[in-house]
């Protein structure tokens, strides 16, 4: 929400995992990929921060009456989006040619895309069996376990055509490239693993600075099921655990009480209202501009 009000929207790519997609009703859901949308339109659910402001729940109300139940309480304006985004999937157009015509339809100036046009999913293993993530956090209040998390389907996935353009973008102008304050295992985790990212991102040759947002506050995720997830994969949850993981990262935005011992900027993260957004925006904003100017100094890395 802040960076929307602080950058350009010309200035400003988010790339969106699409990992947690999930079919439901016959309609293709996409979390991630439709917090970004509607934060962008200004039509979010402050409140909850999914879905769609004032939103009703009319025919998933109506559906579960009569014995219908689903994975995830859709609203009826967000289930619109997804009628929107699933005939025109049926019709034989990628998910990039699909989230662009949603960002024109929303009137989001701003250039949103999916990590891949290739189907993707999040299965986590619990005692209580495999099950997809939606599964888990939503139908089972990520109560389960988890043994391990893996990316189903990632080893044939592509980076979309759309995502290595703004890459190689990113890397001819030296752009720096920030990963936000997201789960690293399963919303940052399928975009590295996607074939070639990664390794392109690890590049010693390469020229764009990183600057990761750490999920964590005093050791501990903001929300969501990082720290199951983190351990998972044998991984700490620490601020150095969540760089090890990812590695790539050049600077990291840590806590004020971090003990992260690595290139780092102190910053209070924790976002309660949209004052707190715009607030962190400009900060980092700010953190981003000095990393371009300490580029340009010093050339390529």
Not at 19 to 37: C, E, I, K, Q
Not at 155 to 179: Q, R, Y
Not at 206 to 221: F, M
Request: contains cysteine; aromatic residues 4%; negative net charge.
């Amino acid at each position: 929400m802040g960076l929307k009000k602080v950058l350009d929207p010309k200035d400003l790519t988010v790339v969106a995992n699409t990992a947690d997609d999930l079919w439901v009703s016959g309609n293709l859901v996409s979390p991630d990929l439709d917090t970004v949308l509607y934060t962008l339109a200004g039509m979010i659910d402050r409140e909850k921060w999914w879905g769609i402001e004032n939103d009703s729940f009319s025919t998933h109300d109506f559906l579960k009456s009569m014995g219908h139940q689903e994975v995830l309480a859709l609203g009826d304006l967000d289930r619109a989006v997804h009628i929107f985004r699933s005939e025109l999937l049926r019709k034989g157009l990628s998910m990039s040619q699909v989230t662009e015509r949603l960002c024109r339809a929303l009137k989001v100036e701003e250039r949103v895309l999916p990590m891949t046009d290739d189907p993707v999913s999040t299965m986590i293993s619990t005692p209580e069996g495999e099950m997809h993530l939606q599964e888990f956090w939503v139908g089972r209040g990520g109560r389960p376990e988890v043994a391990a998390v893996r990316f189903r389907g990632i080893e044939d996935a592509l980076p979309s055509l759309e995502f290595l353009e703004a890459l190689e973008k990113a890397e001819n102008e030296g752009e720096p490239l920030l990963i936000g304050p997201s789960n690293p295992v399963s919303s940052i985790g399928p975009i590295l693993a996607l074939r070639g990212v990664r390794d392109l991102l690890k590049s010693r040759k390469r020229k764009s600075r990183i600057v990761a947002i750490s999920p964590l506050v005093g050791g501990k995720p903001v929300s969501g099921p990082a720290a199951k997830f983190m351990r998972a994969w044998g991984f700490p949850v620490t601020d150095q655990g969540v760089a090890d993981l990812l590695g790539c990262v050049d600077l990291m935005v840590v806590s004020p009480e971090s003990d992260y011992e690595g290139p780092s900027v102190r910053l209070d993260t924790v976002m309660k209202d949209e004052a707190d957004s715009l607030r962190v925006a400009r900060e980092i904003v700010k953190i981003v501009d000095e990393e371009m100017e300490k580029e340009a100094e010093t050339g390529a890395i």
